[in-house]
């Protein structure tokens, strides 16, 4: 039972940072096409998307399923099954005209850019705190060693 409340918590988190950044995303948009009012399915559908996403994170990215995969599979394990699932929410919420076919590449291209944006930038973040611990491990060791 606690490992059952301990995902709950962690898709909760998960969900709650993502529909937080859609919704800036979202209020930037309306601002930028000076839309007045948001549209509550549009709300409701992201909401949605968000619980997916924080869902697919945990299942992927944490050892709850697969103990052993590498990093690479992880976001193919991850992007496949999501991408499917934002497609299915932008079609049944009429998130852009599906029978437009400069839609759906531009629907695809947000996906892939942002995506690759989110990668690179966990990517750079691991990075850059990994080389900070390392330097603080260096730092300690050279100290314990006077």
């Known amino acids: 039972m606690k490992k059952f409340f301990q995902v709950?918590?962690?898709?909760?988190?998960?969900?709650?940072?993502?529909?937080?950044?859609?919704?800036?995303?979202?209020?930037?948009?309306?601002?930028?096409?000076?839309q007045e009012d948001a549209s509550l399915s549009m709300l409701f559908s992201l909401l949605l998307v968000c619980i997916a996403a924080g869902t697919m994170q945990l299942l992927a990215f944490s050892n709850l399923l697969f103990k052993k995969l590498a990093y690479g599979w992880r976001m193919i394990v991850f992007v496949i099954p999501f991408f499917t699932i934002i497609t299915a929410f932008a079609v049944s919420f009429g998130w852009f005209p599906t029978e437009n076919a400069g839609a759906w590449i531009?629907?695809?291209?947000?996906?892939?850019?942002?995506?690759?944006?989110?990668?690179?930038?966990?990517?750079?973040?691991?990075?850059?705190?990994?080389?900070?611990?390392?330097?603080?491990?260096?730092w300690y060791r050279n100290n314990r060693e006077k």
Request: aromatic letters at 24%; charged letters at 20%.
């Open 8 to 34: 709950c918590t962690s898709i909760k988190e998960l969900t709650a940072l993502c529909y937080t950044a859609a919704m800036c995303f979202y209020m930037f948009f309306l601002w930028v096409f000076k």
């Open 106 to 138: 531009t629907f695809i291209a947000i996906f892939i850019v942002i995506f690759l944006f989110i990668t690179v930038g966990i990517e750079l973040y691991y990075r850059l705190s990994g080389r900070k611990y390392d330097d603080r491990l260096d």
